[in-house]
């Protein structure tokens, strides 16, 4: 089998040498930026134009290195696969927007969406509490006794319980279908 990968590693350090015929310096620093938790990138280009790539792992990943290069290969390919399929729908993605700008779509009373409500706040308010108190509890430089995370929480339940919001209404008029799919087709 040939060893095609020029890959060196010094501890927590490895450089690779990656092919700019193959990934082009866009994917390779949005699949770096990827890693970026993981540790530190370095770039330099090599006398044929292709990227060597230096990575110094963080003090707290405790990966080897050879699984951090496995794991960096894997996400090459995916924002290259990524990039190519924005690319290759390009043309599709401009049509849509085009349509919904000029408006081929809405006939009269196609669609109808009453806006007219309260914004309600989708928060998940009995785990964000909890949370709350689990940081309360471990910060030992907060002072704040029971009474007032007591009067805290009551005054959050009393705001949240007297919350009316009116669901959205949504109507579409089957009539209009027909003549919408005419007016998309007609644009071609």
Do not use: C
Not at 145 to 163: G, P, Q, V, Y
């Amino acid at each position: 089998m040939e060893q095609f990968l020029n890959k060196q590693i010094n501890g927590n350090v490895f450089e690779l040498l990656i092919d700019k015929d193959i990934f082009a310096k866009d994917i390779v620093l949005k699949a770096a930026y990827n890693f970026l938790d993981r540790g530190y990138f370095f770039f330099k280009l090599d006398t044929n134009k292709n990227i060597i790539l230096q990575f110094t792992a963080k003090d707290w990943i405790n990966e080897s290195a050879e699984h951090i290069i496995g794991e960096f290969s894997d996400e090459l390919l995916s924002v290259y696969l990524r990039d190519k399929l924005e690319h290759d729908n390009k043309d599709i993605r401009e049509k849509i927007v085009g349509a919904a700008i000029t408006n081929s779509l809405d006939s009269a009373n196609f669609v109808e969406l009453n806006t007219d409500r309260q914004e309600q706040n989708q928060i998940d308010f009995d785990k964000d509490i909890d949370e709350i108190l689990r940081e309360i509890e471990n910060d030992p430089e907060l002072k704040i006794d029971e009474a007032e995370i007591e009067r805290i929480l009551r005054e959050i339940e009393e705001e949240t319980s007297n919350m009316d919001v009116e669901e959205p209404k949504i109507s579409l008029d089957t009539n209009n279908i027909e003549d919408a799919k005419a007016k998309f087709q007609n644009r071609g």
